[in-house]
Every structure is written in C-alpha cells, then in structure tokens.
C-alpha cells in the first residue's frame, strides 16, 4: 500500500516533474549529421541534440515562446538560391531530411525567368501536420499528409540544409496541389532589420516591394516549366498573419492527435525522443543511433553533379503558359 509519506513526496515531486518537462529547448545544443552525396537518394541529414539523433519534425518545440505565437520555429530544408527538392523524410525514424525524387531520379526545381531557384529559404514547420483524413473549411481540400511548409523572406544569410531558426509569421498562401492544401507560410527571420518593423504582408511591401506579389506568382507558375499545370491559391491571395497563426495553430492540433496516436495515419513514423509519455513512440535519443541503424557520425561525399537542363532558364507568358520554340522539349 501506498503510504502517506510516498503520496507526499509525489506530489512534492509532481511541479518538478511538469517542469521539467518543459524545460526551455536549447538551441545550442543542435548539430546536423550528415551522410552521403548530395544530390543522390541515399544523401540524409539527421538533427542532433547533444550529439545524438532526434526528429526535425517532431522534437523541435514549434514555439519559442507560446506566449506569442507569431513567432515560430522552423527548420531550413532548401536553403535560398538552391533548387534541389529536399524535404522531411516522412516514413522513416526521426524524419531526416533528404533529396526526394519522381521515378528513381533526384528532383530539382527548373529556373523560371526572372528567377534563379527557390528566391527564398524554404522549409517546414515543426509539430505540424496538414492532416488528410478530411476536407478542410477554408480550402475544401485535404491535408497534403506533411508538416506545413514555410518560405522565409528575410534578407540576411541563404541558411542552409537542416538550420533551425525563429521567424515571425506575416501571412499565407491556401495553395491547392494536385487536390491537396499545401500552405505555404510566409514569415521573416526574427533578426532579419526590418523584422521589428513588419507584421504583416503590406508592412513587408513598405520595405521589400514586390517581393510578396512575385512569390504568390511564383507558387502558382513554379511547376509550369516541367509540363504541370499551375497550382490553385484559394481567396486568390495572401490570407492575413492573425488567419495564417491560426492555421499553424489548428496544424499544430492535428500533429498532437497524430502523435496521440488519435488519428489514422499513413507513410508516417512518429518515432520522437522528447515526450515519454507517449509511450508508443517515445525513444530515448542515446539509444536511437542503435536501434535505427543510423550511421554513427557525420559522413560527407563530394556532391553528384545535377542534370545539365536545370541551368537553363524557362520563360512563361503572361497567363504562365511555358513558351516553347519549335523542337525545343519541356523541362
Ligand atoms: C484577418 O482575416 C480574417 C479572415 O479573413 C478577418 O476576419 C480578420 O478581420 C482579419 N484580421 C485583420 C487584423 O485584418
């Protein structure tokens, strides 16, 4: 039996317990691990903290603060003025990132004039989650089964591949993808100059003219080069920054239903080192390296070259059809 004393100590025990569990996230304790070429399908990058492997997705902390949810964690997949498609690795333990591919061969973005690659940095959101399993209100589509996807405007460095970064939320774009929703946030780097001065899209166009217009367009057309059609934005524009941390804010619920275990998912490891009560997915991060079979240690090849054809640049009229020259092929 329990007696009195124990039941004493636990609940002595008991604050420390909750606030341990919310113990600040140190950011400086991340490093990346990263094996292979890039530009090949066994290239990883696993996120480190303190030296062992945890999950991009599903262990950083997606706010800083919860007290001012504009701002928001979020972890660089495409670093600016790259354009190889690498992206969270869904399926597999504690999501490393990856250069996703169509039929066997590594994907790049084709440049569309007056473009090079992505403008922007690019990349996810963590513990989000655009959940398929039902038409959302304001799209009327399913969730596209991904963390939600965020482009960073700011100005001061490209980032690079698996940076982890605080970036405050201006607006969004309900982008509608082969009948998916796909938002694509759009924030700025807390350190950014004018990040103290922008809260919204139409403050951004005081300081970044244009900028936010030739994204939207850029979202809509970029898929055009490769022979796809353009992609949908629902409302036909920027949903305001109140409306866009509302969406990341209702993503965020999702991912916990779906770590809870609550919701059907698929293609998905929910493998996380930082929630021990969720006892079905939890793993202690010392033992993940082992138990995951993930390389060891860091491990970097001298890059594959990428295909010729994405040096070229594409040109789209003004409906963004691609204008193509006799014999010429699509991308
Ligand atoms: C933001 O957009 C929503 C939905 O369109 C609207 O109801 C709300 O008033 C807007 N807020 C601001 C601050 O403009």
Not at 46 to 67: A, R
Not at 143 to 153: E, I, K, Q, S, T
Not at 279 to 306: C, D, G
Not at 311 to 329: A, C, M, S, T, V
């Amino acid at each position: 039996m329990l007696s009195v004393s124990t039941l004493v100590q636990a609940l002595v025990l008991l604050p420390a317990i909750a606030s341990a569990a919310k113990e600040k996230f140190d950011y400086d304790s991340l490093s990346l691990r990263e094996v292979g070429a890039r530009n090949t399908l066994d290239w990883r990058i696993w996120l480190e903290k303190d030296g062992e492997p945890i999950s991009f997705w599903h262990d950083i902390p997606l706010y800083p603060d919860e007290s001012n949810q504009q701002i928001i964690n979020f972890y660089v997949e495409i670093p600016r003025w790259t354009d190889g498609k690498v992206e969270t690795k869904r399926n597999e333990p504690l999501n490393p990132i990856f250069h996703d591919d169509s039929q066997g061969q590594v994907r790049f973005v084709e440049s569309v004039w007056p473009h090079k690659t992505y403008p922007v940095l690019y990349g996810s959101v963590p513990q989000t989650w655009e959940d398929p399993n039902f038409d959302h209100e304001y799209t009327g589509y399913p969730g596209d089964n991904d963390p939600v996807d965020l482009f960073d405007v700011s100005g001061i460095d490209a980032g690079y591949t698996g940076q982890v970064k605080q970036v405050k939320i201006l607006g969004a774009l309900a982008m509608v993808d082969d009948d998916a929703t796909d938002w694509k946030v759009m924030a700025i780097d807390i350190r950014d100059p004018v990040a103290a001065l922008v809260d919204s899209v139409q403050d951004l166009d005081k300081y970044r003219p244009g900028l936010a217009k030739a994204m939207y367009d850029w979202f809509i057309y970029y898929k055009v080069a490769r022979g796809k059609s353009t992609n949908t934005i629902v409302g036909g524009n920027y949903v305001n920054a109140t409306f866009a941390t509302d969406v990341v804010r209702e993503s965020h619920e999702y991912w916990l239903d779906l770590m809870r275990g609550r919701t059907e998912a698929k293609k998905i490891s929910r493998d996380q080192t930082s929630n021990p009560e969720w006892r079905e997915t939890y793993v202690e991060k010392k033992a993940a390296t082992r138990k995951f079979k993930i390389p060891k240690k860091s491990r970097v090849e001298p890059a594959a070259r990428k295909p010729e054809k994405y040096e070229n640049w594409y040109h789209l009229d003004e409906q963004f059809r691609l204008i193509e020259l006799p014999g010429q092929k699509k991308a």
